[in-house]
Every structure is written in C-alpha cells, then in structure tokens.
C-alpha cells in the first residue's frame, strides 16, 4: 500500500499577529522582520499602552493590555485627526495586542501578520 505524499504547509505568522508579552518582544519581531529600531528607548508614553518605545524619531511601538485598549486609541486619533483636519499619511500595524506606527508599517505585514489601519 503506497502512503499518501503529505502536503508541505506554509507557516506564516498568524493573521491577528499574535500577541507579544512586552515591547521588547515586539522589538525583537519587528527587527527580525526587518524593521529598523536603532535607538530603541523604552518610555511608556503612550495613552492606554501597557509599555510603549520609540525605535527612532518616526517609529513607535506598543503593547496593550486588551485590544480594546487599541480600539479606543484608533478612535481618540481618528476623532484627533478629523478635529485637526488632518488627513493620509499615518498607517499603523495592528495586532493582536500591539501596534507598530512606522513608515515601514505596511511592508512588515507579510512578515508580522497583523492588519494595516491607516488614517
């Protein structure tokens, strides 16, 4: 009896990103992806974060605790946006628990998983 041949499967990241413990985490998953964070520094600056950092002056990454807490982000710099009339420009990468706001946001998708808002 000649066993079936089993199909390779291709493992890619998960499609919600799966989540990361810490910002240091997500650092690590996002420079082995290929994103640039020479000057990571760790402030923990951003509203409703569980740890936020800045990887450089246009690259800031963050934790939460729920993704509830990112939806309310999404909406306070939404309704931010539209009171300053502000408009394009700013996508972020959002997963499970974290969001990369970079300029390489959407060429880190394929790698991070995670889906693209932009504002």
Same mark, same amino acid.
């Given at each position: 009896m000649v066993k079936p041949t089993p199909t390779p499967t291709v493992s890619g990241p998960p499609a919600d990103g /799966?989540?990361?413990a810490t910002v240091g985490a997500l650092k690590a998953a996002f @420079?082995?992806?290929g994103g640039?964070?020479?000057?990571f520094k760790q402030t923990n600056r951003i509203t409703l974060a569980a740890e936020s950092a800045e990887c450089s002056t246009n690259t800031v990454i963050s934790t939460y605790v729920s993704s509830n807490?990112?939806?309310?982000?999404?909406?306070?710099v939404k309704k931010l946006n539209a009171d300053l009339k502000t408009t394009g420009g700013n996508s972020w990468? @959002? /997963?499970e628990n974290w969001v990369i706001n970079s300029p390489t946001s959407?060429?880190?998708q394929e790698k991070l /998983? /995670?889906?693209i808002v932009s504002f």
């Open positions: /799966g989540s990361y @420079v082995k992806a640039a964070c020479p000057d807490d990112i939806s309310q982000l999404i909406q306070t990468l @959002v /997963g959407t060429d880190m /998983g /995670g889906k």
